[in-house]
């Protein structure tokens, strides 16, 4: 997943799942002392939300000695997500699929500009059972494809891994207490538009009752993911196109982040 020598960008929300992240791979990274990591953390732009949480950021980096880099939405893509809230022109273009489509690019950018070879990120096996719903649920079986657990490496030359992709959530909040790492816990005031908190209620009920049976639906959707992409015809698979507004990478002519700055400025 990592490879020796390799920089590490890893995106840091100041939630427990990023924290305890940071705080694993510089623990065991440090041992061979051969790997830089960097924190990157993306600014939405959420008033009285976001802000204490880069404070959390700044003072774990500083005490594991790991150096911060912040990039925000208004700088990178001119709106903010509470601009972005006002400007859209439907409630139906959820907040969380505006602010995940910048949020990728933000990475994106964020990686090249510390020149990392490697981007990794915090998702955990229950985010990656309900992204897998969510997108069930909204008929994108395109996306479902995408999901199969490789590491990701983008023409860009830039490498995309899910360390704990195979880990429980509530694992992950037992090892940031007792490793006493601060985390934010206050829930961003748009995750109410999202249906992944009724996934997630979902899951947990269940696994209450059937123990194990999130990891089971880990294997199935993986399962199902690679099957999609194996479905797809092999020329298909090598199409890169280059979106014609920005010169990124996409799979249309115009790629999903400029699509979502037109409509936000079309109103
Ligand atoms: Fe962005 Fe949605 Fe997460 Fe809030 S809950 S930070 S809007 S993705």
Redesign the pocket.
């Given at each position: 997943m990592i490879g020796y020598g390799e920089r590490i960008a890893v995106g840091v929300?100041g939630g427990k799942d990023s924290l305890t992240l940071l705080s694993i791979l510089k623990k065991i990274l440090k041992k061979n002392n051969c790997n830089d990591i960097i924190a990157i953390t993306i600014d939405?732009g959420?008033e009285d939300?976001?802000d204490e949480s880069i404070q959390i950021v700044k003072n774990h980096c500083k005490k594991i000695d790991i150096p911060f880099n912040i990039f925000s939405y208004k700088d990178l893509f001119g709106t903010s997500?509470d601009e972005a809230m006002v400007k859209r022109p439907s409630k139906k273009i959820?907040?969380?699929s505006?602010?995940?489509t910048f949020?990728r690019r933000a990475l994106d950018i964020a990686a090249k500009f510390v020149d990392a070879d490697v981007v990794a990120t915090a998702h955990n096996l229950d985010d990656h059972i309900q992204t897998f719903m969510m997108n069930l649920f909204s008929g994108d079986i395109d996306r479902i494809g995408w999901m199969y657990p490789t590491p990701i490496k983008y023409d860009i030359g830039l490498k995309k891994v899910k360390p704990f992709l195979e880990i429980y959530e509530n694992e992950i909040v037992f090892y940031a207490f007792l490793s006493e790492i601060e985390f934010k816990s206050e829930?961003?005031?748009?995750?109410n538009?999202?249906i992944?908190s009724d996934f997630r209620e979902f899951f947990n009920e269940l696994e209450k009752v059937h123990p194990g049976i999130k990891y089971n639906c880990y294997n199935s959707v993986n399962k199902i993911s690679k099957a999609i992409q194996n479905s797809y015809p092999e020329s298909s698979q090598d199409l890169k196109r280059t979106c014609i507004k920005c010169g990124n990478t996409s799979n249309n002519e115009i790629c999903s982040v400029c699509k979502t700055i037109f409509l936000l400025e079309s109103k």
């Amino acid at each position: 997943m990592i490879g020796y020598g390799e920089r590490i960008a890893v995106g840091v929300s100041g939630g427990k799942d990023s924290l305890t992240l940071l705080s694993i791979l510089k623990k065991i990274l440090k041992k061979n002392n051969c790997n830089d990591i960097i924190a990157i953390t993306i600014d939405e732009g959420i008033e009285d939300y976001r802000d204490e949480s880069i404070q959390i950021v700044k003072n774990h980096c500083k005490k594991i000695d790991i150096p911060f880099n912040i990039f925000s939405y208004k700088d990178l893509f001119g709106t903010s997500m509470d601009e972005a809230m006002v400007k859209r022109p439907s409630k139906k273009i959820s907040s969380c699929s505006i602010c995940g489509t910048f949020r990728r690019r933000a990475l994106d950018i964020a990686a090249k500009f510390v020149d990392a070879d490697v981007v990794a990120t915090a998702h955990n096996l229950d985010d990656h059972i309900q992204t897998f719903m969510m997108n069930l649920f909204s008929g994108d079986i395109d996306r479902i494809g995408w999901m199969y657990p490789t590491p990701i490496k983008y023409d860009i030359g830039l490498k995309k891994v899910k360390p704990f992709l195979e880990i429980y959530e509530n694992e992950i909040v037992f090892y940031a207490f007792l490793s006493e790492i601060e985390f934010k816990s206050e829930q961003c005031p748009y995750m109410n538009e999202s249906i992944r908190s009724d996934f997630r209620e979902f899951f947990n009920e269940l696994e209450k009752v059937h123990p194990g049976i999130k990891y089971n639906c880990y294997n199935s959707v993986n399962k199902i993911s690679k099957a999609i992409q194996n479905s797809y015809p092999e020329s298909s698979q090598d199409l890169k196109r280059t979106c014609i507004k920005c010169g990124n990478t996409s799979n249309n002519e115009i790629c999903s982040v400029c699509k979502t700055i037109f409509l936000l400025e079309s109103k």
